[in-house]
C-alpha cells in the first residue's frame, strides 16, 4: 500500500500519467501534522473516500461537513476545498480522465456525475466500498491497463453512485447560485481554461464589470484568499502538473509561468509542496513508474 505521510497539499494536481485512464493512492495524516489545501480545481473527476476525518468540504453548491465513512465527487474544473482539523485522518484518492466514464458505457452514472457530491453509506456498503477500493489499488499496482483494472473502477462507480445518499449542502452559502460567485465568474472561466493567468487585480475587475475595491472584497470572502495569492497558487498547482505531465526541465516551467527566476519558483514550490521541485517529480515518477 502506498502512502504518503509527508505534509503538503491532500489534493494533488492530476497526477495520471499519460497513457493511464486513472490513479488512485492512500493519504494519511497524523494527529497534529501539517496539513494544507486551498480552493482549487482539477482537470480530472476525482473520489475522495475518508477513512478517518473531521472538518468542512466547500464546494460549488455550498459547504458542509465532513465525517468518517463519507465520499466526496469533484467532477473535472469545479471548484473545491477542505478545511480538516488536525485530527489524525486518512483516505483514498481516485483520478480518473472524464471520459473513461463516457468510454465504458456508464452514461448514467456520467449524467449524475456533471456536479459535486458529497455521499454516506450504510455501515454494510460502507465496509463493501473499503473491500473495492482494496481490491482496486492491488491491482493498479499489479497492473493499470488490465481488464481488471478498469473493471474494478467500473464496479465503484457504479456502487458509489447507485448506493450512496447525498448529504444536502447549507442553502444559506450555496456557491454557484451566490450572487458575488457569479459576478467573479468571467475571472474564474479564464483560470479553468489557461494554465497560466497574468491578469492585473484591475484586469480582473474590469473584466467581471465591476470596481477593483469590490472585486477584492468579493473574491477574498469567496475563496478565503486575495486575488494575488490565488494567482500564484494557480501557477503552482499548473507547474506541478507540468513536472508530473511533461520533461520541460525546472528552469523552462519557471520561465513559462513567468516567475521572476529559477530561484524564485523553487522557493514557492517548496513553501507550498513542503518539497523542491526536482523533489517532488522525482516522488511522483517513482509512484508512477
Same mark, same amino acid.
Given at each position: 500500500?502506498?502512502?504518503?505521510?509527508?505534509?503538503?497539499? #491532500?489534493?494533488?494536481?492530476?497526477?495520471?500519467?499519460?497513457?493511464?485512464?486513472? *490513479?488512485? +493512492?492512500?493519504?494519511?495524516?497524523?494527529?497534529?501534522?501539517?496539513? %494544507?489545501?486551498?480552493? #482549487?480545481?482539477?482537470?480530472?473527476?476525482?473520489?475522495?473516500?475518508?477513512?478517518?476525518?473531521?472538518?468542512?468540504?466547500?464546494?460549488?453548491?455550498?459547504?458542509?461537513?465532513?465525517?468518517?465513512?463519507?465520499?466526496?465527487?469533484?467532477? %473535472?474544473?469545479?471548484?473545491?476545498?477542505? *478545511?480538516?482539523?488536525?485530527?489524525?485522518?486518512?483516505?483514498?484518492?481516485?483520478?480518473?480522465?472524464?471520459?473513461?466514464?463516457?468510454?465504458?458505457?456508464?452514461?448514467? *452514472?456520467?449524467?449524475?456525475?456533471?456536479?459535486?457530491?458529497?455521499?454516506?453509506?450504510?455501515?454494510?456498503? &460502507?465496509?463493501?466500498?473499503?473491500?473495492?477500493?482494496? &481490491?482496486? *489499488?492491488?491491482?493498479?499496482?499489479?497492473?493499470?491497463?488490465?481488464?481488471?483494472? %478498469?473493471?474494478?473502477?467500473?464496479?465503484?462507480?457504479? &456502487?458509489?453512485?447507485?448506493?450512496?445518499?447525498?448529504?444536502?449542502?447549507? %442553502?444559506?452559502?450555496?456557491?454557484?447560485?451566490?450572487?458575488?460567485?457569479?459576478?467573479?465568474?468571467?475571472?474564474?472561466?479564464?483560470?479553468?481554461?489557461?494554465?497560466?493567468?497574468?491578469?492585473?487585480?484591475?484586469?480582473?475587475?474590469?473584466?467581471?464589470?465591476?470596481?477593483?475595491?469590490?472585486?477584492?472584497?468579493?473574491?477574498?470572502?469567496?475563496?478565503?484568499?486575495?486575488?494575488?495569492?490565488?494567482?500564484?497558487?494557480?501557477?503552482?498547482?499548473?507547474?506541478?502538473?507540468?513536472?508530473?505531465?511533461?520533461?520541460?526541465?525546472?528552469?523552462?516551467?519557471?520561465?513559462?509561468?513567468?516567475?521572476?527566476?529559477?530561484? +524564485?519558483?523553487?522557493?514557492?514550490?517548496?513553501?507550498?509542496?513542503?518539497?523542491?521541485?526536482?523533489?517532488?517529480?522525482?516522488?511522483? &515518477?517513482?509512484?508512477?513508474?
Amino acid at each position: 500500500m502506498h502512502t504518503r505521510n509527508k505534509a503538503g497539499i #491532500h489534493c494533488e494536481p492530476i497526477s495520471i500519467k499519460p497513457g493511464y485512464q486513472f *490513479e488512485v +493512492h492512500r493519504v494519511a495524516y497524523q494527529r497534529n501534522e501539517v496539513y %494544507a489545501c486551498m480552493m #482549487h480545481f482539477h482537470q480530472v473527476h476525482e473520489f475522495i473516500i475518508f477513512e478517518d476525518v473531521q472538518g468542512m468540504y466547500y464546494h460549488s453548491q455550498g459547504q458542509s461537513a465532513i465525517q468518517k465513512g463519507d465520499v466526496v465527487f469533484t467532477p %473535472a474544473l469545479e471548484t473545491h476545498d477542505y *478545511e480538516l482539523t488536525e485530527h489524525a485522518k486518512a483516505w483514498y484518492i481516485i483520478q480518473f480522465m472524464p471520459q473513461f466514464l463516457i468510454d465504458n458505457g456508464l452514461l448514467y *452514472e456520467e449524467a449524475i456525475l456533471r456536479r459535486g457530491l458529497q455521499l454516506r453509506f450504510s455501515q454494510q456498503d &460502507w465496509q463493501s466500498i473499503q473491500q473495492q477500493v482494496n &481490491w482496486l *489499488e492491488q491491482s493498479y499496482l499489479d497492473d493499470p491497463h488490465s481488464v481488471k483494472s %478498469a473493471t474494478l473502477l467500473k464496479l465503484i462507480i457504479i &456502487w458509489l453512485v447507485a448506493q450512496g445518499k447525498a448529504v444536502l449542502p447549507n %442553502a444559506e452559502r450555496a456557491l454557484v447560485t451566490d450572487a458575488s460567485y457569479k459576478k467573479l465568474s468571467p475571472i474564474l472561466s479564464l483560470f479553468r481554461e489557461q494554465d497560466v493567468v497574468e491578469l492585473t487585480l484591475v484586469e480582473a475587475a474590469v473584466m467581471c464589470h465591476i470596481s477593483t475595491s469590490y472585486f477584492s472584497r468579493l473574491f477574498k470572502r469567496t475563496f478565503n484568499c486575495n486575488y494575488s495569492q490565488f494567482v500564484v497558487q494557480h501557477k503552482l498547482y499548473t507547474s506541478a502538473r507540468w513536472l508530473g505531465q511533461s520533461e520541460k526541465s525546472i528552469t523552462q516551467i519557471s520561465y513559462d509561468l513567468n516567475f521572476s527566476n529559477p530561484s +524564485h519558483f523553487i522557493s514557492m514550490f517548496k513553501r507550498y509542496f513542503s518539497k523542491t521541485p526536482n523533489q517532488y517529480r522525482k516522488a511522483l &515518477w517513482k509512484q508512477l513508474s
